[in-house]
């Protein structure tokens, strides 16, 4: 499956923002997906997950309350709904395809998108 996260930008904290994931290549409705994030020094991490089937969600504590993962598997793509952004979500945001229930990432990463928080 090949990936293109795209909808990062600048915004104030407080904002909101919606990042998108379109998928080709292979089904992607077979897949459960993610989103990971980067901070600039710091290693990739877990941002939140969604079965194949889009019933059953998951996130990093710092997100949970915050960001709502969806998906459309008629588009082929996966959502990262941002709100009440905080400074330290500034980071470049990566889509990918992962296992379910180890929250995993598998078969190489698309080219993310970068979100800057302003304080």
């Known amino acids: 499956v090949q990936l293109q996260a795209s909808g990062g930008g600048l915004v104030q904290a407080g904002g909101s923002l919606r990042l998108s994931c379109a998928a080709s290549g292979r089904t992607f409705s077979g897949y459960a997906m993610g989103w990971f994030r980067q901070a600039p020094g710091k290693e990739r991490e877990f941002v939140a997950a969604?079965?194949?089937?889009?019933?059953?969600?998951y996130y990093a504590d710092s997100v949970k309350g915050r960001f709502t993962i969806s998906r459309d598997n008629v588009k082929s793509t996966v959502y990262l709904q941002m709100n009440s952004l905080k400074p330290e979500d500034t980071a470049v945001y990566y889509c990918a395809t992962v296992r379910i229930p180890t929250l995993t990432q598998f078969g190489g990463w698309g080219q993310g998108t970068l979100v800057t928080v302003s304080s």
């Open positions: 969604i079965s194949w089937s889009g019933g059953s969600t």
